[in-house]
């Protein structure tokens, strides 16, 4: 069980805002357009490729499924409540 288990590292996204990203981890979105840190991606997302390589209809339904609802932050938020973690200053 892990966060973002229908993303692989890699994989290329498109945000509700018409923003892009690349997920490198589940903490680690990096948008193309230089967005620094803070910025999250806007639900649902749209996946574009998968590690460089066209999307399977079965893969880009996961991830529409997966981010139809909630946000990146309330992802965050629920993961560091199950883990008790706190964000590294």
Do not use: I, K, Q
């Amino acid at each position: 069980m892990r966060p973002y288990a229908f993303l692989r590292p890699g994989d290329e996204v498109a945000d509700a805002a018409g923003r892009a990203w690349r997920f490198d981890g589940p903490w680690e979105w990096n948008a193309f357009d230089g967005a620094g840190p803070g910025t999250s991606p806007e639900w649902p997302l749209v996946l574009l490729t998968r590690s460089g390589s066209p999307r399977s209809v079965a893969d880009a339904e996961a991830v529409a499924g997966g981010t139809a609802t909630g946000s990146h932050r309330e992802t965050v938020r629920r993961w560091m409540s199950l883990t008790d973690a706190s964000p590294t200053p």
